[in-house]
């Protein structure tokens, strides 16, 4: 079954540190994928999206993100984080064979410390 | 502008009460989704809609129910609560069924099952 593997489940950085958060999908196929960002009591909101061209995807804030094909990841990087970063951060696919179904990994709660 | 909007956003209630969740957005969206997310496990798909009168079932479907008779509404119905069925729930939106785009999410409804 296809699924989405999200394997830091929480990350503690201190101000300025560099952060790369791992996701990982199992899908022989083409996909489109998406990190959402989920700060505090709030909704998830999209923080950056690949669909084709570039692998190298620059989002909202300073995140950026890599799609390696070869290795079925697209993992979530930031040169220096700050404290207002603080949320949990979600990978998700959606598959090109079934356009409905979104697939999303379990998330990584990212602490930042001031 | 642009919104999912959710209620109730906070809801305690008991064991086979019935209560819905309302979940309208004003986008013109086709393609609807509700989701409940448990601490550990992300974000898992309950029902989804790709259209008026039509929806199926998600990953988690057992003992919910939904409905499509507008394009705009897609309520969450719990027919007979159960302390399992406490999470937080998000229902979210997007074009339709066939594109990749994005999913734009409500605030979130947080409900308690005693």
């Known amino acids: 079954a296809q699924s989405v593997s999200q394997h830091n489940h929480h990350v503690i950085l201190s101000e300025a540190a560099s952060l790369e958060l791992g996701c990982n999908y199992s899908y022989g196929g083409t996909v489109n994928l998406f990190w959402y960002v989920q700060y505090p009591g709030q909704h998830l909101q999209l923080l950056l999206k690949y669909f084709s061209g570039d692998p190298l995807v620059k989002g909202i804030k300073g995140f950026e993100a890599e799609f390696i094909k070869s290795k079925f990841s697209f993992n979530l990087r930031k040169p220096s984080v700050q404290w207002s970063d603080t949320a949990e951060y979600f990978c998700a696919v959606i598959l090109y064979s079934s356009a409905s179904k979104i697939i999303f990994g379990s998330g990584t709660r990212l602490s930042i410390r001031p | 502008e642009a919104q999912v909007t959710q209620n109730p956003r906070y809801l305690i209630t008991v064991t086979g009460k019935k209560l819905t969740v309302t979940c309208s957005q004003n986008m013109n969206h086709e393609y609807m989704s509700w989701y409940r997310q448990d601490p550990g496990l992300g974000l898992r798909q309950i029902y989804y809609?790709?259209?008026?009168?039509?929806?199926d079932k998600g990953d988690v479907p057992e003992g919910y129910k939904v409905s499509r008779k507008e394009k705009r509404n897609f309520p969450l119905i719990l027919e007979s609560p159960s302390p399992n069925q406490t999470s937080l729930y998000f229902c979210a939106s997007k074009f339709r069924t066939g594109d990749t785009g994005e999913l734009f999410f409500g605030e979130g409804s947080r409900l308690t099952v005693l």
């Open positions: 809609s790709m259209n008026v009168e039509v929806t």
